[in-house]
């Protein structure tokens, strides 16, 4: 029987058909974490800017308690960010392993790094436009909605992108405690079954995937920009 072009590239991989699997369960994960990232660290960080000093809403001790909290999540290793939550991941999602098992922890780890960005490209919008609109009795609701989130699109566009290609690095450590996806068998057979060529093609998607994502998240931001 004659070979395919990659089986005869990478002879020690027997189930092609799994690796397909684990693509898609990577895409799954990144996907679903990646959404709920943007929904919730999307106004964690507009609340980040808000309240800090001298801005619309200044607060300094509710500033200080968010940015305490989001320090302490952006501080903790990934991999023991999801032992530490298996009980909650569980009580969420109703088990600690596979695709569902990895969504939560990777929010949870994903999100207050999102929301510090989000806080740094609403920094970078020129106070002159908001004090136009504050002029014009636009409310704080108003001027986050039709001037801050407009103007700082390119940077949040870019925050998105760069979240996304951490969520990557985060599937992949996962994978070393039954998370599933391209790092569940980059671990099992790369690593604990020393077949190098199981890791040779999970990092080579992985690396395609972080490229595809990078090129799309320039093309958006480049777009934003113009505009």
Not at 36 to 65: C, E, F
């Amino acid at each position: 029987m004659t070979l395919s072009p990659l089986q005869s590239l990478f002879p020690n991989i027997d189930d092609w058909g799994e690796l397909g699997r684990a693509c898609i369960d990577t895409l799954l994960m990144l996907g679903g974490s990646l959404t709920l990232t943007v929904l919730i660290g999307l106004p964690l960080g507009v609340l980040l800017y808000l309240t800090g000093k001298g801005q619309l809403r200044a607060m300094p001790r509710l500033y200080g308690s968010i940015s305490l909290l989001v320090n302490v999540l952006r501080s903790v290793p990934f991999i023991i960010l999801m032992i530490v939550l298996m009980p909650v991941t569980y009580a969420l999602v109703g088990t600690k392993l596979g695709v569902r098992g990895a969504i939560p922890p990777l929010v949870i780890g994903a999100a207050p790094f999102f929301a510090r960005l989000v806080e740094t490209a609403l920094r970078e919008v020129q106070k002159g436009v908001i004090e136009a609109a504050q002029a014009m009795g636009a409310s704080t609701w108003q001027i986050v909605r039709h001037v801050l989130l407009p103007e700082a699109r390119a940077g949040i566009a870019a925050g998105i992108t760069v979240t996304a290609i951490a969520l990557v690095g985060y599937t992949a450590m996962g994978g070393a405690i039954g998370s599933g996806g391209l790092g569940d068998l980059a671990y099992r057979y790369g690593y604990l079954s020393y077949e190098s060529d199981y890791m040779v093609v999970t990092v080579a998607l992985l690396v395609v995937l972080v490229q595809l994502l990078q090129m799309l998240g320039d093309r958006i931001v480049a777009r934003y920009k113009r505009h």
